[in-house]
C-alpha cells in the first residue's frame, strides 16, 4: 500500500507511514496536513534523533510519460509510485502555430525585408523547450521527493534504445550485451515502433514474432528497417514469399509497412535526445545516480513476472533491483499544465486579435488553477465541490470538478486545498 510522507516540525523528512498510523496522528492531534499532492503530514514537534531508512528514487524517463518509484533497496518495498505526463508535443504545436502565424504576417507586412541571419543564435547543448520541459519537470519531481523522504540514491534509465546493438546485434564489449539480455533491445524497439500489434493483420495482445520484411532466404537482411512485429499465424503463412505478393490484394496496408519500417521512431529519439542533459541534473543533486538500459529494464519485469506500466518499469530501472513488493501500490497520476500564458490577447485560426486576456490571476486570496473544496448549503447548487477554480474579478467562481463544471460559485464558500504549481493529479 502506497505510505504517507511524513516530516517533523523542522521540515526534516521522516520515513514513510502506513495510512492507519497516519489518520491516528491526525485524529491524536499529534500532526497536521502539510501537503495533499503527494500527500504529506507535519508533525506537532521535532525529531531530529529519529532513525530513517534510506530510499532510492527510481525513474524511467519517456517522451509521453515518465514512470517514478521510492524503492527501499533493504526489503524491496516500493513506498510511493508515480506516473508522469509530459506536454512537450502540446509544446512543439504551440510553437509551430506561432511559427506559422508570425510568417505570415511577415509576409504580408515585410515581403522585401532583407533577411537577417544568425540572429537567433543558442548556447552550446540548447535543447528545444518542447524536450527541456520534460526535464525540468523532471527535476522539479526530484527536488519536491527530496524534501518529503529520506532519499540517499537515484536509479535512472539512460538510454530507452541502444541504438549501437539494434544495429548490430553482434557487438561486443558489453557483458549484457552477450548474456540472457540479448535480443531484448532489438524487441523493444520494434514493440514501441510498430505499436505492439501485427504488422499484417494488426491483432494485438497475442505473442508477436520477429518478422523479416524481405525474407533472409531472397537476400533479406537483419537490419532494423527489415525487421517487423508478426503473428504466428501471419508468419507462417508469409514464409518466404515477398511482400508486394503477400500483400497484393491490399496495397494500403502494404504502402503503409513500407514507409513505417523506414520511419524513425519519433519517441526514442526524444529520450535519447535528452537522456545526458537528464542524466547532468540528478548528478548534480549530488546523490549517487546509477543508470541502466531499457533492455534490462525489461529483463528485470519479466523476471519478476510484473505487468508493463511505467512506474513498474521505473520500479525495475537498474543492477541493483531487488525482488519487489507492490502490494496495494496505486500510483499518483501527475500531468504537467504549465502556468498559463503571457498572451495578452487571444486570436482566432486567422492570427487576428478576438479577446483581451486579463492580467490579474489573483482574487480574494484564490488564483486560477487552485484546487479548493466549496460546500453550498443553500440555493440551487446544494452539494459538496472539488476541482479548480477559474477566478473571476467579481468573486464568482468556476470550479471543474471530475462530473463538470460547476459556475457561479461564491469564494466565500470556498476552502484552498492546494495551491497551483503547474501539475493537475488523479
Not at 505492439?196 to 532494423?224: F, M, T, W
Not at 473571476?392 to 470538478?401: D, L, M, Q
Request: with cysteine; glycine share 8%.
Amino acid at each position: 500500500m502506497s505510505k504517507i510522507f511524513v516530516i517533523d516540525s523542522d521540515e526534516r523528512p521522516l520515513d514513510p507511514i502506513h495510512p492507519a498510523q497516519a489518520r491516528q496522528l491526525l485524529r491524536n492531534k499529534k500532526a497536521a496536513i502539510f501537503r495533499r499532492f503527494p500527500f504529506t503530514l507535519i508533525l506537532k514537534e521535532a525529531r531530529p534523533e529519529a532513525p530513517t531508512q534510506p530510499l532510492r528514487l527510481k525513474i524511467d524517463p519517456g517522451a509521453k510519460y515518465t514512470g517514478m518509484a521510492l524503492v527501499n533497496d533493504s526489503t524491496g518495498e516500493v513506498v510511493f509510485a508515480a506516473e508522469l505526463k509530459h506536454r512537450g508535443f502540446a509544446i512543439r504545436d504551440s510553437l509551430t502555430s506561432r511559427r506559422q502565424l508570425r510568417r505570415g504576417r511577415r509576409n504580408r507586412k515585410t515581403r522585401y525585408r532583407q533577411p537577417r541571419f544568425l540572429n537567433r543564435t543558442r548556447p552550446k547543448g540548447c535543447l528545444p523547450p518542447s524536450l527541456q520541459s520534460r526535464i525540468e519537470n523532471i527535476k522539479t519531481w526530484v527536488a519536491k521527493l527530496r524534501k518529503y523522504v529520506p532519499l540517499e540514491a537515484i536509479s535512472q534509465e539512460l538510454v530507452r534504445f541502444d541504438m549501437q546493438l539494434i544495429q548490430n546485434p553482434e557487438i561486443q564489449g558489453k557483458e549484457y550485451q552477450q548474456g540472457t539480455l540479448a535480443g531484448y533491445e532489438t524487441r523493444e524497439f520494434l514493440l514501441e515502433k510498430w505499436n505492439r500489434q501485427c504488422a499484417y493483420c494488426g491483432i494485438k495482445d497475442v505473442p508477436l514474432q520477429i518478422e523479416h520484411i524481405h525474407a533472409r532466404a531472397k537476400g533479406g537482411s537483419n537490419s532494423i528497417t527489415n525487421l517487423t512485429l508478426s503473428c504466428s499465424k501471419c508468419n507462417t503463412k508469409k514464409g518466404t514469399k515477398d511482400i508486394k505478393d503477400f500483400l497484393k490484394k491490399d496495397s494500403q496496408r502494404l504502402d503503409k509497412i513500407l514507409k513505417q519500417a523506414k520511419r524513425p521512431l519519433a519517441d526514442a529519439a526524444a529520450v535519447n535526445t535528452t537522456r545526458f542533459a537528464l542524466l547532468e541534473v540528478l548528478r548534480a543533486t549530488s546523490l549517487p545516480v546509477e543508470i541502466g538500459s531499457g533492455g534490462l529494464t525489461k529483463f528485470n519485469r519479466n523476471q519478476q513476472k510484473l505487468p508493463k506500466t511505467h512506474w513498474l518499469d521505473a520500479a525495475c530501472v537498474g543492477t541493483s533491483t531487488p525482488i519487489l513488493n507492490i502490494k496495494g501500490i496505486k500510483p499518483l497520476m501527475i500531468t504537467a499544465n504549465g502556468h498559463g500564458t503571457r498572451q495578452s490577447c487571444r486570436t482566432d485560426k486567422y492570427g487576428f486579435s478576438n479577446r483581451h486576456c486579463s492580467r490579474t490571476k489573483f482574487h480574494f486570496g484564490f488564483q486560477t488553477g487552485d484546487i479548493v473544496k466549496a460546500v453550498v448549503t443553500s440555493g440551487k447548487k446544494i452539494g459538496k465541490y472539488v476541482g479548480r477554480i477559474a477566478t473571476r474579478a467579481t468573486g464568482s467562481f468556476n470550479i471543474s470538478t471530475k462530473n463538470g463544471l460547476v459556475q457561479g460559485i461564491s469564494y466565500k464558500l470556498c476552502k484552498q486545498i492546494h495551491k497551483k504549481d503547474g501539475y493537475s493529479y488523479a
